[in-house]
């Protein structure tokens, strides 16, 4: 039962345009969500959270949509950089305020000169 | 700030042998996390400590997984025996605050762990 999924498993964007990565989830209760960045050979980091007491929360050039009705979010970057290149994933824990945390399957973005 | 320490990185072994993957949190984290990373089941909690003291296994897949924290700078997972479906990336990540969850999780760069 995958409560979140990231159903893009690729995604290719010009050097200097906008990426966007979506995800959707199917547990109402989830609360906060959380999006994490990954390049090969290393492990996840954090990159920027949401609380579904917000619709929007922004830093520097990554911004993440929060859309309850519909049980999706989504990830801007804005402008892409190669820097970018990546697989992304989205997250949201299982309990309520604790870290059990339920991954999406992780989608990855290509960011071409 | 060294990070969250795994080892070994890579891991090769025959069926049946035992496996034990090694991780060392941030020095001031009380939560660990381990972790699997798999083609077809993505990235999956297996169980998580909270100040040593193991809080949710319902992710170990079997009775040849066990996990144990002995202090609060080290933690192993053990596989045994090992099977060629164990094959994975294991992740382990550590968090501050009581694994909170603004207090987001600090991984490993994990050990790929391969089965013959």
């Known amino acids: 039962d995958q409560q979140v999924k990231q159903n893009s498993p690729s995604l290719s964007v010009q050097e200097g345009r906008i990426s966007i990565l979506n995800c959707d989830y199917t547990?109402?209760?989830?609360?906060?969500f959380l999006w994490y960045k990954k390049y090969p050979a290393e492990g996840p980091t954090f990159l920027i959270s949401?609380?579904?007491?917000?619709d929007k929360n922004e830093d520097g050039r990554f911004t993440v949509f929060l859309n309850k009705s519909a049980k999706h979010l989504s990830l801007h970057i804005v402008p892409s950089q190669p820097g970018d290149s990546a697989v992304y994933f989205c997250a949201a824990p299982l309990i309520q305020g604790a870290q059990k945390l339920v991954f999406g399957q992780g989608t990855r973005l290509t960011i071409n000169p | 700030d060294a990070g969250v320490i795994q080892s070994p990185r890579h891991e090769v072994t025959e069926m049946g042998q035992e496996v034990t993957l090694r991780c060392k949190p941030i020095s001031g984290h009380n939560s660990l996390f381990w972790y699997r990373q798999t083609m077809m089941r993505g990235l999956e909690l297996l169980i998580y400590?909270?100040?040593?003291?193991?809080?949710?296994d319902s992710g170990m897949p079997e009775d040849r997984f066990s996990a144990k924290m002995p202090n609060a700078s080290f933690s192993t997972l053990k596989i045994q025996p090992s099977e060629p479906r164990d094959s994975a990336v294991y992740f382990c990540?550590?968090?501050?605050?009581?694994?909170?969850?603004?207090?987001?999780?600090?991984f490993g760069n994990g050990t790929r762990l391969t089965v013959t």
């Open positions: 547990n109402s209760m989830f609360d906060y």
């Open positions: 400590f909270n100040n040593n003291v193991p809080i949710d």
């Open positions: 949401i609380s579904s007491i917000k």
């Open positions: 990540a550590s968090s501050p605050r009581g694994g909170r969850r603004n207090s987001p999780l600090h």
